[in-house]
């Protein structure tokens, strides 16, 4: 067992001995019950999670049945780091938004008003023309 686990699990271990002292168990394993995570090296020498429960039975024994849980618990902390990323990305993908918003606040605040001359009409429609390349189209989010 990790060390670190073995010094977590010696306060449930002392839990189970004062319910047995204090006849708080029942004949037959019924009392206290916990859930607990540790881990174990196995075969390749490789940490393993594990998670199991442990009830005391009858006056000497601790029936402890463990199932392996690394999968779960790997699987679980790459989607967090997954989650984390994507709100990085929308919250990147926002700023972005904004900024081109703006933009197209300020140029549309420009180009208010009939042109005084077919000139200053045409300017107008390539400074329109360029915006709207600039702005569109998006990249979506999953885009590299």
Known sequence: MHPEDSERLTPV???YLNAKSRNLLVRGGRGPTE??????????????L???TADLVE??????????VSVRAKTEL???RARKELE???EERTRELKIKSETLEET?????GAPTNEGEGQERTRAVRAVQRE?????PIWSN
């Open 108 to 112: 549309n605040t420009a180009l208010k």
């Open 135 to 139: 702005a569109t189209p998006l990249n």
């Open 13 to 15: 271990l002392e839990k």
């Open 35 to 48: 859930r607990i995570l540790y881990r174990l090296k196995d075969v390749s020498g490789k940490w393993r």
């Open 50 to 52: 594990l998670e199991g």
């Open 78 to 80: 790459d989607l967090e």
């Open 59 to 68: 006056d000497k024994h601790i029936l402890m049945v463990s199932r392996d």
């Open 88 to 90: 990085r990305q929308v």
